[in-house]
């Protein structure tokens, strides 16, 4: 089973930049989607950015042109590089990885984002 961990989270001033990494153990196979969900308290778990393995990206209207989304497949790993963080930007991140649109996939435990104002 894959086994994802994520860290890189932490509290940063509005405008300040952080950058996330994801990494996975355990087998991979035919994974083909890997992604960046945010949860924010009393909200809905969102999508953040999607990377396929063919490195097509897909990114939330509100993110675009502050996050970067990236993969190395060598090292069993995804990135969200996050810019011109806003206090908005406040939430719990989850990296997913699966295989397919209908598979639910693989879940890590979660790192905090806070932005102060």
């Known amino acids: 089973q894959v086994q994802l961990v994520e860290s890189g989270g932490g509290l940063v001033q509005a405008g300040g930049s952080l950058r996330l990494s994801c990494v996975a153990s355990?087998?991979?196979?035919?994974?083909?989607?890997m992604g960046w969900y945010r949860q924010a308290p009393g909200k809905q778990r969102e999508l953040v950015a999607v990377?396929?393995?063919?490195?097509?990206?897909n990114y939330a209207d509100s993110v675009k042109g502050r996050f970067t989304i990236s993969s190395d497949n060598a090292k069993n790993t995804v990135s969200l590089q996050m810019n011109s963080l806003k206090p908005e930007d406040t939430a719990v991140y989850y990296c997913?990885?699966?295989?397919?649109?209908?598979?639910?996939?693989?879940w890590g435990q979660g790192t905090q984002v806070t932005v102060s104002s």
């Open positions: 997913n990885f699966r295989r397919g649109r209908v598979d639910p996939g693989y």
């Open positions: 355990g087998s991979r196979f035919g994974i083909n989607v």
């Open positions: 990377i396929t393995s063919g490195s097509t990206t």
